[in-house]
């Protein structure tokens, strides 16, 4: 954060108006341009905006929508908000994005979305995506909450699709605390997310309200952050270029052993670096990656294992009953990948400490007896 920050949301302070005011219109305006679309509705989430998405394009009751088990459970719960069926399509081994060779044989007759995330910031096939859309009748749902930035073919990411969903925890490219942002060119599509992020009510300010609503809203100071950091964006994502730089290369010599992110984007896209998430090769066990994660943390290096599954869930096995096996590419990954420590102002003696250790430990985690084509990335 800087004094820009700090300024605005002081100067929010000192106004008459702390929601609903001229700092979220700014803030609209501002993403919509960055993003290219007509329309832009703050929110107060990015699982709000994805809920205000499913529910204004109609979805529901006895619809499915073909989505990635490799994510955030808040692209699938979504669907289930509105009681539509999330229908998992297994993803890319190399880009962790959802498998658009896969999609066509899980299209079924109740089939109404696809929704697709921009995994780690690196966009998903949408040239393609889109195209089976059309050629299926289907909708096209964006969660773009960690991808605000990135670009395929030079078209920004939040114009691809029907509408896009941002978000904005602090841990995003731009942070707002909590906050949100969809985007489209659907202006029916905007009016009906714009009445459901305030309780539903009808588009001219009166006590009306026609549809069931939420409050979704957006506050003015949250706004005036965001209105700030978008304005930094460009700044803000070459910090985090560049320390995903000095990770990559800190981490080549030890490339036998681990995958670093972004190796295989695909071409024409444009990554908007979200966090920094390595995966261990196939000759290691399944149980190596907890294992360095714990030698990690014992060494004061935070990590995560970032993604679950999200079919492996407890909520979603119970639900649906998934088990083991059902999505194995998203599987073996979500066994495999580590969320390294990264933040744009990380040192580059941090990212060269992370680097020793795991240099260090690489040779003593176990490793697996498999023969290696036995491996869905192999
Ligand atoms: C892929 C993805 N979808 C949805 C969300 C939900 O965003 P929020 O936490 O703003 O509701 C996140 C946030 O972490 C995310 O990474």
Known sequence: MTDRERDAVADVLSSSRLAMGPEMDAFEAAMAERCGTEHAVAVSSGTAGLHCIVNGLGIGEGDEVLTTPYSFVASSN???????????????PDTYNIDVDRLEAAITSRTRAVLAVDVFGQPADWPALTRLAEEHDLAVIDDACEALGASVDGRPIGSWGDAASFGFYPNKQITTGEGGCITTDDADLAARCRSLRNQGRADDGRMEHVR????YRLDELSAALGRVQVERLDELLAARRDVAARYHDA???LSDDLVRPGEAAQTGTTRSWFVYVIRLRDHFAAGARDRLMDELQDRGIGCAPYFPAIHLQPYYRERFGYERGDFP????????????????QLPPGAVHRVASALKALLPTLPTSTRAPNASPHS
């Open 78 to 92: 979504a669907c289930l908000f509105e009681n539509a069926t999330p229908r998992f399509v297994d993803i890319c």
């Open 212 to 215: 069931l609503g939420y409050n």
């Open 251 to 253: 981490l080549a010599p």
């Open 329 to 344: 590419v998203c599987e073996h990954t979500a066994d495999r990948t580590l969320a390294l420590p990264f933040h744009p």
